[in-house]
């Protein structure tokens, strides 16, 4: 547009040039022509000029007329005239329409230009609340999974603290089951070395008595022995329901054995009033005999019994370090992650605050 406004006004330059160069032409040509009319021809109009005292008349009245009646009667020169008017006319009016036009470009241009502007604001708004929300929604997510993790992180260590109590009355367990190993062996020591000096000093009838009394209470120490583990069995509830459950039935059958064995024993005591003294070393060295393998039998079966809730035991406190290690692991690695999404958090504030300067300056910039 801006083109073709500057061609136009180049052409009608040079048509009014064309037009002023052709008016003064003829122009030249009608000031011939009225001289001509004012001297007339020859000698004569020489003469008319050359009289005294007329001379100035003539220039005062005389040259104006004459020019004023040839321009009236000169065709050519008045249609020369209304087409140089017109030529202006049409100059004035295209230098209107010009101005008009350009003031019209100009209103259309600051209008698009003010829509422009108006626009790119509005998709900058648009798009800096759409940033804010993505911001606010991802800032959300962020910290529902921070709570998971610290929620998740809180069981974690509440079951590591349940492991460690585990493996401590695990060790405690082992614990007692030693020391009942230590207190039969001990048990057994001290009634060998009794029975010795007992038997040398040929108090076979008395000594019978005791023995069986001793039998009576080391069956009744392997008893209760038999009952607290039967006890420690139904209290685990960790431990796999079929090993706990064929674990419990041979306690228990060895804790029937032993209390028929302890019947039995009973039953013995009661015999040994009516035998005579003469026949007791007889049958303390049967008893004692019969005492030795039924005590083979019954230590096997028990060591049977306190081997396999020895494994028992070794087989959880395994478990249980597994488990605390898998559990340190995991709360290691949930520690790392709160660490990072703390690290990404204040990175992403950093670069939300330096934004937001160079915003600052670009608009300092702009007023400025």
Same mark, same amino acid.
């Given at each position: ?26 122009? /030249? ?12 021809p ?28 040839? &321009?009236?009667? &000169? ?17 004035a *009016? ?80 082992? *614990? ?7 207190? /039969? ?57 079929? /090993? ?22 009973k039953?013995? !005591? ?14 303390? !060295? ?7 393998r ?46 990072e999404a703390?690290e ?15 915003r ?9």
């Amino acid at each position: 547009l801006q083109r073709r406004r500057e061609r136009l006004e180049r052409l009608l330059g040079e048509e009014r040039e064309a037009l002023a160069a052709e008016l003064r032409e003829r122009r /030249r040509r009608g000031g011939l022509r009225s001289r001509e009319l004012r001297d007339g021809p020859g000698e004569c109009g020489r003469k008319v000029r050359e009289r005294p005292g007329r001379s100035s008349l003539y220039s005062q009245f005389a040259e104006p007329l004459l020019h004023e009646h040839w &321009n009236k009667n &000169n065709a050519e020169l008045r249609e020369a005239e209304s087409e140089l008017h017109r030529k202006h006319v049409r100059e004035a *009016w295209g230098d209107q329409l010009t101005q008009q036009n350009k003031e019209e470009v100009t209103k259309v241009e600051e209008k698009k230009r003010y829509e422009n502007e108006y626009e790119t604001a509005r998709g900058e708004v648009l798009e800096r609340t759409r940033q804010e929300e993505e911001k606010h929604q991802l800032e959300k997510q962020q910290a529902e999974t921070l709570l998971q993790q610290i929620e998740e992180l809180k069981l974690q260590e509440t079951k590591a603290t349940k492991l460690k109590k585990e493996q401590e009355n695990l060790l405690k367990q082992q *614990w007692e089951l030693e020391n009942l190993e230590e207190e /039969r062996k001990q048990m057994e020591e001290h009634r060998r070395k009794k029975e010795l000096g007992r038997f040398l000093r040929h108090q076979c009838d008395v000594q019978l008595r005791r023995r069986a009394q001793q039998i009576q209470e080391e069956l009744e120490t392997d008893r209760q022995i038999l009952s607290a583990l039967l006890e420690k069995e139904e209290e685990d509830q960790h431990w796999q329901i079929a /090993r706990r459950e064929r674990a419990v039935a041979d306690v228990a059958w060895m804790k029937k054995v032993i209390e028929e064995q302890l019947q039995l024993e009973k039953e013995r !005591e009661a015999e040994l009033e009516t035998i005579f003294r003469e026949e007791a070393k007889k049958i303390w !060295e049967k008893r004692e005999e019969e005492w030795e393998r039924e005590k083979v039998a019954r230590d096997r079966l028990m060591s049977e019994v306190l081997a396999g809730r020895q494994r028992q035991i070794q087989e959880k406190m395994k478990l249980n370090r597994r488990a605390q290690e898998e559990s340190i692991k995991y709360r290691e690695q949930l520690i790392r992650e709160l660490e990072e999404a703390k690290e990404g958090t204040r990175q992403e504030k950093e670069q939300e605050e330096e934004q937001q300067r160079a915003r600052r300056r670009e608009l300092q910039a702009q007023v400025g």
